[in-house]
């Protein structure tokens, strides 16, 4: 049986997402308004390992709730995937009093949740990346505001593409995961989405579609490839190539993972955090908080991991038939 919570630790971990700052705010009022001490680990895992860690009280988060990034700083931890590490790290929360820890990332930082749980630190996870990538939640931290900062750079080089009348091919982020591409793809009426996970890299078959779109009058042509395919530089070269049209590559890179968080981020983040916080109080551990069929619930690490996510079919229908 999980012991009384008196502190809580909160670190994020991974990749930085808009609306982490959200959560942390939220995770460390909550907290408080229900007598709990909170501990700020600065710097992820890496930092739980070297102690970088501050006391957080309500006046510690205010002013960060529109703030992108992580206030709490991240980064990775390659001595945290060993056995003496994470034994480290658990040590380490005892000597700290902190009696549960609540995890803001993606996956990997779920599985170094799932191993301090084992070492009997309660733990929670909340789901924090702009990949949307996460099998067992709808919603991760940060997507809504990166699809959204994409989406409107990609309305920019729209409008410089059809002045020259270009073809342009842009990637976006999400890693092995299709999410932002394909979101973007709708929301930008790109004429051709390459996804990690639908992507048969047969670019004649792109080649083809540019033409006969010139061929009826169409004057650019846009082209949102996902990072997961990336080599957006050298497609464009033979692109051009076959069709004698300048073709530009736009890597749109990290400024997808800063800017001030939307409303949805802001909000649904600061749900997330307080329920991680109840749960934990509850008793509960070794748990990931989800958004499930418009309902926030949590999962079993273990369960959450072993879960596959895949595009969703209609979708991908869409998408098909917004490109035509």
């Avoid at 930082?109 to 939640?137: E, H, M, W, Y």
């Avoid at 890597?251 to 749960?279: C, E, F, W």
Wanted: with cysteine; charged share 25%.
């Amino acid at each position: 049986m999980s012991k009384e919570i008196k502190t809580i630790g909160v670190l994020t971990s991974g990749g930085d997402a808009p609306g982490m700052n959200a959560a942390v705010r939220s995770v460390v009022r909550t907290a408080v308004s229900k007598g709990c001490k909170v501990k700020g680990i600065r710097k992820g895992y890496a930092g739980l390992l070297e102690e970088d860690i501050v006391d957080l009280h309500a006046g510690s988060v205010c002013d960060i709730l529109n703030r992108g990034g992580t206030f709490l700083y991240t980064a990775r931890c390659d001595e945290f995937r060993t056995r003496a590490g994470q034994e480290k790290g658990a040590e380490v929360c005892r000597k700290h009093g902190i009696d549960g820890i609540i995890v803001i990332g993606g996956d990997g930082s779920f599985r170094g949740a799932q191993k301090l749980a084992a070492l009997g630190i309660n733990t929670i996870g909340v789901p924090g990346t702009i990949d949307l990538d996460i099998s067992c939640t709808d919603y991760t931290i940060g997507f809504d505001t990166a699809v959204n900062t994409a989406m409107e750079a990609i309305d920019k080089v729209r409008d410089t593409s059809t002045s020259h009348e270009r073809c342009s091919i842009i990637e976006v982020m999400g890693r092995n995961a299709g999410y932002i591409a394909l979101w973007c793809g709708i929301a930008n009426g790109a004429e051709d989405i390459l996804l990690p996970e639908t992507y048969n890299y047969d670019e004649q078959m792109i080649v083809e579609h540019i033409i006969r779109s010139r061929k009826v009058g169409k004057t650019h042509h846009i082209i949102i490839n996902a990072e997961g395919i990336g080599h957006s530089t050298s497609m464009a070269r033979r692109i051009e190539a076959a069709t004698g049209i300048e073709t530009r590559a736009t890597i749109l890179g990290h400024l997808q993972r800063g800017g001030n968080p939307t409303a949805k981020d802001r909000v649904y983040a600061s749900i997330m955090g307080a329920y991680a916080v109840n749960a934990l109080v509850s008793g509960k551990t070794n748990r990931v908080v989800a958004y499930k069929h418009g309902e926030f619930i949590d999962y079993d690490i273990d369960e959450a991991l072993s879960m596959k996510k895949e595009l969703d079919p209609f979708q991908l229908e869409v998408a098909r038939m917004m490109s035509r």
